[in-house]
């Protein structure tokens, strides 16, 4: 039986066919799914609910790629991408891709702060007091930095140095002033006793001089007796 060279070669190219089909399938797909992985890792939504803007910082020392947006807490997306950009000087340009639900307008703040003391940095999105157009796409927002996690530890720490010196002066005033009030209490029980001992001297002398002038006085009157009584012999009294 003769085999025609034609068909056993469309034969072969069908069945190579069939199997590129397959491998190709079997790479394609995989490859579809890891890329919708990697997009919804990165914040994009297949119903388009989300949008990108910026921040404008001058340093990135608080902000990363990963880093959350949130809005009174809720969590709106995330930090995705941060390019620098040289003119008119060095700053950054941070890319926040959010979600659409939550009404923004083009004046809101975006303040880079800590969640709390030992959290990581979050961008915390505000809306301005008097609300004009909504956020759009690609608009530009002013990044303010709250201050870091190591300036605040900074702070507490000088606080806390300060604190403590005030507490040493305190201690130290008062152990001085326990030795005052001490010094001054034995002064003044010293002095209470010198006073009593002048006092109880003088009451001695007072009662000494009180009986002198007794005895004068009474003198002094034996003398005026006498001398009413015979005052020629009061006055001739030792003369011969």
Do not use: W
Request: proline content about 3%; some cysteine.
């Amino acid at each position: 039986m003769r085999i025609d060279p034609r068909s056993h070669i469309a034969a072969i190219r069908q069945r190579l066919g069939r199997t590129e089909y397959r491998v190709g399938l079997f790479i394609v797909i995989p490859a579809f799914f890891i890329l919708l992985f990697i997009l919804l890792r990165l914040g994009y939504s297949l119903t388009a609910s989300t949008m990108d803007v910026y921040v404008r910082v001058n340093s990135i020392t608080s902000l990363k790629e990963g880093t959350p947006v949130q809005i009174k807490g809720y969590r709106l997306g995330r930090v995705v991408e941060i390019r620098p950009l040289f003119k008119p000087a060095l700053h950054f340009l941070a890319t926040l891709r959010i979600s659409r639900e939550i009404e923004l307008y083009e004046d809101c703040a975006a303040v880079i702060t800590n969640q709390n003391v030992i959290g990581d940095p979050v961008v915390e999105l505000r809306n301005p007091e008097r609300k004009g157009a909504f956020l759009r796409e690609g608009d530009v927002l002013e990044g303010i930095e709250s201050g870091s996690l190591e300036e605040m530890m900074a702070k507490v720490n000088t606080l806390l140095t300060e604190v403590t010196a005030i507490v040493t002066v305190y201690r130290e005033v008062s152990q001085e002033s326990r030795g005052d009030i001490r010094k001054l209490i034995v002064s003044l029980s010293d002095s209470i006793a010198n006073i009593n001992t002048i006092i109880q001297n003088t009451q001695m002398d007072i009662i000494n001089i009180i009986g002198s002038m007794r005895k004068t006085s009474q003198t002094l009157d034996d003398v005026a007796t006498e001398i009413k009584k015979n005052p020629m012999k009061f006055l001739f009294q030792g003369k011969k």
